[in-house]
């Protein structure tokens, strides 16, 4: 613990936004103890891990990245790290993210661009590009991130990890700062498909607090052994005759499909619904829910208060002041989606495409086992070369944000193409997410 602690501590890649030391000392003091005496030790104990900033922990700040919340401190502490802490996982740092999760480099930050872990000239992805780097320099065992588009997904692929999105609803979002809340999720970034099974189990489970969570059955680790089940698996052709995807992104992905051919596995080539209108979609309903979600911070009970003459001037001040350009670009923008004369145009019609495609996501997994995709169309840019391109960076999720919409479990893999591949199955078929990944490994 001291060591990883102290690797974290020269933040090279500017990967964390604060450390737990004494949290972190204290747990592994007790560790020592109980190993001692004999006592019974968890499933995870003395394992190290990092927590994205959006992930509340009792008494620790929960900065969101954000100048508005970089003096808040956690009240309580989130469902999903409570159990992790339950199983004798030892938290060592708070990691570098896109603010309040709105970015896919890790550049929209108040504590400075997150470096890729492979070639330090590059973003790392985001917004859980701190958590994917801590884990990629071994500065972490496992790191909690949060996928709402792709936040998990995409970094771990930038940074050759593994990432999971686990179905929605698994794991409780008590206590992880909302960004869009029907698509919000919280997963384990991890090097081996095994830490990524271990740590899923321990978080999973029905919560009171969080009304959409259901109860999984654990995955066990014979489940993913057995990959018997999996017959033929289907891959979208619009995304990979896309205009916007590298020839060697491409080149790669047609390659593993012939790989995956050779190992007796049918292949079929599929239609996204619209696959055009897949981004409008997701950022219409995910600004239209951060806005709502984020009205909540205007000085009053969390975080920075800059007072104005009156009340609607300290909520105006406060807020112009202290939210990044993104995150307002995304406010405004999703209030504008839900104001009358705009909602039934936009917001409603964004909710009827998403319906849609959740349909044809059903209608897929009734031909195919697995649907495969890279993770990104792209290759990771320079750090400072997209941020004055928003509309260049939303289109850069074009291959994660479906997958969100559609509620279902999605995992990279670091292997396949240059940013991974993305493997997905239908809701609650986690275990066969991680059984096809174990096949290709
Ligand atoms: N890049 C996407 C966005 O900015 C996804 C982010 C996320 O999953 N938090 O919305």
Redesign the pocket.
């Known amino acids: 613990v001291q060591d990883r602690l102290d690797l974290l501590k020269s933040n090279t890649y500017n990967s964390v936004n604060s450390l737990l030391d004494k949290i972190a000392l204290e747990l592994a003091t007790k560790v020592d103890a109980k190993i001692e005496s004999g006592q019974e030790i968890g499933l995870l104990e003395g394992i190290p891990f990092g927590i994205k900033d959006v992930y509340m922990l009792q008494g620790t700040y929960t900065t969101a990245s954000s100048d508005l919340l970089k003096n808040y401190k956690s009240a309580y502490t989130a469902t999903a790290i409570q159990k992790l802490l339950d199983a004798g996982a030892i938290p060592l740092v708070k990691e570098n993210c896109?603010s309040f999760?709105?970015?896919?480099s890790s550049e929209n930050t108040i504590f400075g661009a997150v470096k890729n872990a492979i070639n330090s000239d590059l973003v790392s992805g985001?917004?859980s590009g701190g958590s994917a780097v801590n884990v990629a320099k071994d500065y972490t065992v496992f790191s909690i991130g949060?996928?709402?588009?792709?936040?998990i997904r995409q970094p771990a692929g930038y940074n050759n990890v593994f990432g999971l999105k686990p179905t929605y609803g698994r794991i409780s979002r008590f206590g992880i700062m909302a960004?869009a809340s029907s698509t919000d999720c919280v997963g384990p970034i991890a090097k081996s498909i095994e830490d990524i099974r271990i740590v899923l189990n321990v978080m999973s489970g029905k919560d009171i607090k969080d009304q959409t969570t259901y109860q999984s059955e654990k995955i066990s680790k014979e489940t993913i052994l057995n990959t018997d089940e999996i017959k033929t698996i289907g891959y979208f052709k619009n995304f990979i005759e896309s205009d916007a995807i590298d020839s060697q992104i491409k080149a790669d992905f047609l390659a593993s499909m012939e790989k995956i051919k050779g190992k007796g596995i049918e292949v079929k080539e599929l239609d996204f619904f619209e696959s055009d209108t897949l981004v409008s979609t997701y950022y219409t309903l995910?600004m239209a829910e951060t806005a709502s979600n984020l009205s909540r911070l205007d000085g009053t009970n969390y975080g920075s208060r800059i007072e104005g003459d009156n009340l609607k001037d300290t909520y105006s001040i406060t807020r112009s002041e202290n939210f990044s350009e993104e995150s307002k670009r995304r406010i405004v923008g999703g209030n504008q989606v839900l104001s009358q004369g705009f909602s039934d145009e936009i917001y409603l019609k964004g909710l009827n495409l998403r319906d849609q495609i959740s349909d044809n996501f059903e209608k897929d997994f009734k031909e195919v086992d697995i649907i495969l995709s890279p993770v990104t169309p792209n290759t990771p840019p320079k750090i400072g070369d997209s941020l004055n391109d928003p509309l260049a960076m939303y289109l850069s999720?074009a291959y994660t944000v479906g997958f969100s919409l559609g509620q279902l479990p999605t995992l990279t893999i670091p292997k396949g193409t240059a940013t991974g591949l993305q493997i997905s199955a239908s809701k609650n078929n986690d275990a066969l997410v991680l059984q096809f990944a174990n096949f290709l490994n």
């Open positions: 896109d999760g709105h970015g896919s985001g917004s949060g996928d709402t588009g792709g936040s960004y995910a999720d």
